[in-house]
């Protein structure tokens, strides 16, 4: 499957009916990539930074940024991972919901919403300003350790204006809704979360298991294909990094150990493929 003009990448995993959904794909400059990135690895020396960026570009598409969300068909449920942008933050962003509407799924059908942690490119989809969820029907699951830290008074406290009003305004009205989980549990047949702390406190990721058949999500466990190669760098969205540094190590070699078919949400769509052992860390072969 070469040109994927809808954004839309199916995959079954045993009886598990999957879709990668782009939420967007949006332009990186030409050339910006060294910037763009020393912004992220700050603590990194360019030096440093350089012949990473180049091996990067070498091996993947550096152009874009990626927002790779999944539905998965469980029986007769609908489970979505991550509510995406949502309308409304900017027109080429959040496009989550016309694209599950083209493919038949109304909002009302989902039935699980597993919010994986409260960064804006995951949760900023769950509702609008005025605080009308966009999946009504679903159960929300989130990690305790996440909800917590983000609806913690010190939190909103400490954040920017409109950062803590984002979370007052669409992260706090699925409180209703919500089924908070503090160990491993299997949510609907097949799908299990699975806590992966550090990126942020309750960062949370999923396995896929069906007949034999296995898919490992282990969405922002890493962001760039470059801290293959370089994994103690910390990037400035990880909020605890020696966990996370500790979480990636770890979940990587998972990946490589047990071979198994990886979903990342922030790689070049759709996002899916393998980790394999390449020098002193790894290398991706992307699926498609
Ligand atoms: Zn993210």
């Known amino acids: 499957m070469s040109e994927q003009p809808r954004g839309v990448y199916p995959i079954k995993v045993g009886q598990l009916e999957c879709l990668i959904i782009s939420d967007m794909q949006l332009p990186v400059e030409p050339g910006a990539d060294l910037e763009q990135v020393g912004r992220i690895f700050s603590t990194v020396p360019l030096e440093d930074l350089k012949p990473a960026v180049d091996w990067q570009m070498q091996r993947v598409d550096t152009t874009k940024l990626f927002f790779n969300c999944m539905l998965i068909k469980s029986g007769e449920r609908h489970i979505l991972v991550d509510a995406g942008y949502g309308p409304g933050v900017r027109d080429d962003l959040g496009l989550l919901l016309p694209r599950l509407a083209e493919q038949g799924i109304a909002a009302e059908q989902i039935d699980t919403l597993v919010l994986t942690h409260g960064h804006g490119d995951h949760f900023l989809g769950l509702a609008n300003d005025d605080g009308d969820l966009t999946f009504p029907k679903a159960r929300h699951i989130m990690w305790k350790s996440e909800w917590e830290h983000w609806t913690a008074k010190s939190t909103l406290a400490e954040m920017a204006d409109d950062r803590a009003d984002r979370i007052v305004k669409r992260l ?16 609907a047949p097949g799908v299990t979360v699975m806590s992966l702390p550090g990126h942020t406190p309750g960062h949370i990721g999923l396995m896929l298991e069906s007949e034999g058949e296995r898919l490992l999500n282990l969405l922002d466990s890493v962001h760039y294909i470059l801290q293959l190669q370089h994994l103690d760098w910390p990037p400035l969205m990880d909020s605890l990094p020696e966990q996370a540094s500790a979480t990636r190590k770890m979940i990587l070699q998972r990946a490589v150990d047990e071979d198994l078919l990886t979903l990342v949400f922030h790689f070049p769509f759709p996002g899916l493929g393998k980790f394999v052992a390449e020098g002193e860390g790894y290398g991706w072969k992307p699926l498609a």
């Open 172 to 187: 706090l009205p699925i409180q209703s809704k919500l089924t908070l989980v503090d160990e491993e549990t299997e949510i």
